[in-house]
């Protein structure tokens, strides 16, 4: 397993995922109606991208298993928000926790963040289930500032995670 920039190669396993019901379910953005355009133009637009982190996890092949991120990054307040999204294949394997524990490493060690935080629909129990089986619990401190991008949208559990 590695990490490594986005490229164009992926953007047809990125729009699997994107229209696969079970993974989209409980996601806020309509992934369904995105195209391999739309998925080729993000990869593109990812890779002069300074404000968010968008990184492919790959497989020792070399195969797209799904992108991990650090979103609305802020050396200045010293926080990013966290995102990921797998293709099912990958679901179980190892893939998302070996995402999620190298990005979170970018951000502290590269980026010098304190804090990485992230929501998840309340439904989405196979992503909470995830969480809490790494160790993250349920957070109400998050900065309200953060909460306006979300509305009113009141199934959202939150998680965060500081600097050791």
Same mark, same amino acid.
């Given at each position: 397993?590695? %990490?490594?920039?986005?490229?164009?190669?992926?953007?047809?396993?990125?729009?699997?995922?994107?229209? @696969?019901?079970?993974? #989209?379910?409980?996601? $806020?953005?309509?992934?369904?109606?995105?195209?391999?355009?739309?998925?080729? /133009?993000?990869?593109? $637009?990812? %890779?002069?991208?300074?404000?968010?982190?968008?990184?492919?996890?790959?497989?020792?092949?070399?195969?797209?298993?799904?992108? #991990?991120?650090?979103?609305?990054?802020?050396?200045?307040?010293?926080?990013?928000?966290?995102?990921?999204?797998?293709?099912?294949?990958?679901?179980?394997?190892?893939?998302?926790?070996?995402?999620?524990?190298?990005?979170?490493?970018?951000?502290?060690?590269?980026?010098?963040?304190?804090?990485?935080?992230?929501? #998840?629909?309340?439904?989405?129990? /196979?992503?909470?289930?995830?969480?809490?089986?790494?160790?993250? #619990?349920?957070?109400? @401190?998050?900065?309200?500032?953060?909460?306006?991008?979300?509305?009113?949208?009141? @199934? %959202?559990?939150?998680?965060?995670?500081?600097? $050791?």
């Amino acid at each position: 397993m590695k %990490l490594r920039k986005l490229e164009r190669k992926d953007a047809p396993l990125m729009m699997e995922w994107m229209h @696969d019901a079970s993974v #989209v379910e409980f996601m $806020q953005a309509n992934f369904k109606e995105k195209t391999l355009e739309d998925c080729e /133009r993000f990869i593109a $637009q990812s %890779l002069e991208d300074f404000e968010n982190l968008h990184l492919a996890i790959a497989n020792d092949e070399d195969e797209y298993m799904g992108t #991990v991120s650090l979103k609305s990054i802020s050396t200045d307040k010293g926080d990013a928000e966290f995102a990921i999204a797998i293709r099912r294949e990958a679901m179980g394997q190892g893939y998302a926790w070996y995402g999620m524990e190298h990005i979170l490493q970018i951000g502290f060690e590269e980026y010098g963040l304190r804090r990485i935080y992230w929501c #998840v629909s309340a439904h989405n129990i /196979r992503a909470c289930r995830f969480y809490n089986k790494h160790g993250f #619990v349920e957070r109400e @401190d998050i900065p309200a500032e953060i909460f306006a991008d979300y509305g009113a949208d009141n @199934d %959202l559990k939150w998680y965060a995670t500081s600097r $050791q």
